[in-house]
Structures are given as structure tokens and as C-alpha cells.
């Protein structure tokens, strides 16, 4: 071996603490990005009890935290420029555990979707939904209760102790007081049994619409119940 071609013990060190380096910084480098899977497209809802089983499937999807984000793309996004075509209206609590799209496992442009405490019921909220079944062709209502709702416990609350509720909460109240006196002696949790016919009312109210119950009468809508559960994230439905 000739001197030139000779390493040093400093020489050696040197070229091994550079592979090293190169290596380290290889194997710290951004992976190249690869393209999301494209969902497959979803056949349109044409009935209620279509709409009914997407629903179903989403929760279910929720539920095993198996969702899979549908609609949520910028594509769907600039599709729904041009106009929308939800496939249920939902009107539910506005308590925040309870968001509709999530539990639901929905998107953009799906739920036509109207939020009030108990699901107390204005002219403002019917009008909205009579519009979705009119304008829109919507084929599902779904009035969505929940486990341990804060309206309803008020409500409870403040009957039983002969008491007024404060400002416009008034009116929250008088809307859910009929639902308290339905369920009065039913066995079980009176929370729960009030939530239930809380919905159950609802429910009822919804189809003396002139324009709803003309359209269930058509068989182009439906209108449910629902309870969602807080602890196990599960809808209920219910007549």
C-alpha cells in the first residue's frame, strides 16, 4: 500500500462522521407526500328511508370511531356553489355535545340542519323546515332529544319549584312544559322520560304543519324522533 492511498486514523473519522450525518438527515427527511384515496361517490338519497340508513351508517361510523369524513373536500365545496341538496333536516339541541354533522359522520351540503334548546319550536324554526321539505325536496325530518338535556332539566326544575324562568329562557320553558306534564308518573328516570316526550311532541307538532303533513301524506317525508346518548355517542330512533 502506497502512502497516498493511505487514511489516516483523523481521515477515517472525518468520512465516517459525514456518512453518518448523511444518513441521519435521510432518514429525518419529509416523506413525499402521497395523494389522499378518493371516497367513493355516494348515490343519491331518493326516500326517507334511504336518508334514514345513511344516517344509521354514519352513526354507527362515530360510534366504533370508524368515521371517514365525507364531503368535506374543496371539490365538494365548489360543487355546492351551484346549489345544494341535503338529504335530511335535523333539528336538534343547541347543547354542543351534540353537533349533528359529526355525529352523524356527514358533510358539507348533507344536513339542513336547525338548533334550538329542547328542540323548542318558533315560527322561525318551523318556517325553516318547511322550506327544506318544500324548496329543497328534503325527505327527512329527524327531531334529535338527547341523555341529561339542560332545557329539559330547567324546565323540570323550575315547575317544581313553582318558580319563573329569566327573560326569553321563559319561553324555552313554556315550550317544554308539556312534555314534563305527558310524562308525569311514568316509571323511571324522569329526565330521561321527559326528553323522550319532549320528542315525541315535537314530533307531533311538526306533522299539524299544513305543508309538512301534506308532504307525508304524499309520501315524499318522514318525519322521527331521535336520542342521542352522551356516553355512548348511539342515536336512538324513535317514533
Not at 68 to 96: K, M, W, Y
Not at 114 to 132: H, M, N, P, W, Y
Request: charged share 20%.
Amino acid at each position: 500500500m502506497t502512502q497516498q492511498s493511505k487514511l489516516s486514523r483523523r481521515d477515517f473519522l472525518s468520512i465516517s462522521a459525514l456518512a453518518f450525518s448523511g444518513a441521519v438527515l435521510s432518514s429525518c427527511a419529509p416523506a413525499v407526500a402521497q395523494p389522499a384515496a378518493q371516497p367513493t361517490a355516494e348515490a343519491a338519497v331518493t326516500s326517507a328511508d334511504e336518508a334514514i340508513q345513511r344516517l344509521k351508517e354514519g352513526n354507527l361510523r362515530y360510534v366504533g370511531n370508524k368515521t371517514v369524513d365525507p364531503n368535506q373536500t374543496e371539490a365538494r365545496r365548489v360543487e355546492l356553489a351551484g346549489g345544494q341538496h341535503p338529504f335530511a333536516t335535523i333539528l336538534g339541541c343547541v347543547d354542543s355535545r351534540v353537533p349533528p354533522e359529526l355525529v352523524f359522520d356527514r358533510g358539507l351540503g348533507d344536513l339542513f340542519v336547525i338548533r334550538t334548546a329542547g328542540q323548542v319550536v318558533d315560527k322561525a324554526v318551523l318556517g325553516s323546515i318547511e322550506f327544506g321539505a318544500a324548496e329543497l325536496g328534503i325527505p327527512l325530518i329527524v327531531v334529535l332529544g338527547h341523555e341529561k338535556c339542560g332545557a329539559v332539566k330547567a324546565t323540570i326544575e323550575t315547575l317544581a319549584a313553582n318558580g319563573e324562568a329569566e327573560g326569553s329562557i321563559a319561553y324555552l320553558v313554556e315550550g317544554i312544559t308539556p312534555a314534563v306534564e305527558k310524562a308525569k308518573g311514568q316509571a323511571g328516570d324522569e329526565l330521561d322520560n321527559v326528553v323522550r316526550a319532549n320528542v315525541g311532541l315535537v314530533v307531533e307538532a311538526l306533522n299539524k304543519s299544513t305543508i309538512l303533513s301534506e308532504a307525508v301524506s304524499a309520501g315524499k317525508l318522514k318525519i322521527v324522533g331521535g336520542r342521542y346518548d352522551l356516553d355512548t355517542g348511539a342515536v336512538e330512533f324513535i317514533a
